[in-house]
């Protein structure tokens, strides 16, 4: 049982009816425990579809995901599983622009029973983590965008996932800013997280330890 994959797609298929599209097709991976993946492919090759799958912000139209050897939906309330289990980060960031980076970052946790001393706690520390205790009181829009990539990121670590999924998290950033957020990456990683990231950029999934490469749907290189 030790050896069950973390996370695992098995046969997996999305047809969107919605443009007559099959987004994938008979995927099949595994991501152990520790691992740090990176998928990459062209634009429209099904990566984000891919992704959106594993963390169950959608359904395959067939095949399974499964989590720690049980299928996705045998854990219950989809939102739950997601903010309790993964850390989940988006190319635009998608922080809530009324709330500071503390309280953005305090979001997932009240879904857990922490107190609220104990939300601001954790919040500070991951704030800290991810280098942005200078401006845990500052909204959004008073961040660059590296820092609202950061802040994000602590935002998706909030619940202590198992495994952290991020869909082109540095597509938004420029080099050196992508640079700084691949170091935190690693550093995730290096503390026992298990990563899954898309990207585009060679030098991001060159520092994965393993690639997926999707085209047209299928995985054509793992
Ligand atoms: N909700 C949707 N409805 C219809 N088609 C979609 C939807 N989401 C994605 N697609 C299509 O599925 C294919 C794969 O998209 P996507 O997974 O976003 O690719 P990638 O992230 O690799 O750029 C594309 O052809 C895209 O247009
Ligand atoms: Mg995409």
Redesign the pocket.
């Known amino acids: 049982m030790t050896d069950a994959p973390l996370i695992e797609a098995i046969g997996v298929s999305?047809f969107?009816?919605?443009?007559n599209?099959?987004?994938?097709q008979d995927v099949s991976l595994q991501i152990h425990k520790g691992e740090y993946a990176a998928l990459v492919?062209?634009?429209?090759?099904?990566?984000?579809?891919?992704?959106?799958l594993l963390g169950g912000l959608?359904h395959p139209t067939s095949g399974q995901i499964r989590f720690n050897g049980r299928d996705l939906t045998e854990y219950g309330d989809p939102a739950h599983f997601r903010s309790t289990q993964l850390g989940f980060v988006f190319q635009s960031f998608h922080l809530v622009s009324v709330l500071t980076a503390e309280q953005n970052v305090q979001l997932p946790m009240f879904e857990s029973k922490l107190t609220a001393s104990q939300r601001q706690t954790r919040a500070r520390e991951l704030l800290e983590l991810v280098g942005m205790s200078h401006r845990i009181h500052h909204r959004p829009q008073k961040l660059s965008v590296g820092e609202r990539q950061r802040v994000a990121i602590a935002r998706a670590l909030a619940n202590q996932p198992s495994l952290l999924l991020a869909?082109?998290p540095t597509g938004n950033l420029d080099s050196a800013t992508a640079h700084a957020i691949f170091e935190l990456f690693d550093s995730l990683h290096a503390s026992g997280m298990t990563l899954l990231l898309?990207t585009h950029d060679p030098m991001l999934a060159n520092r994965a330890q393993r690639t997926f490469t999707?085209a047209d749907?299928k995985l054509v290189s793992s």
Do not use: H, Y
């Open positions: 999305r969107f009816a919605d443009g599209v099959t987004a994938l492919g062209k634009s429209g090759s099904g990566k984000s579809t891919l992704l959106n959608d869909d082109e898309v999707l749907g």
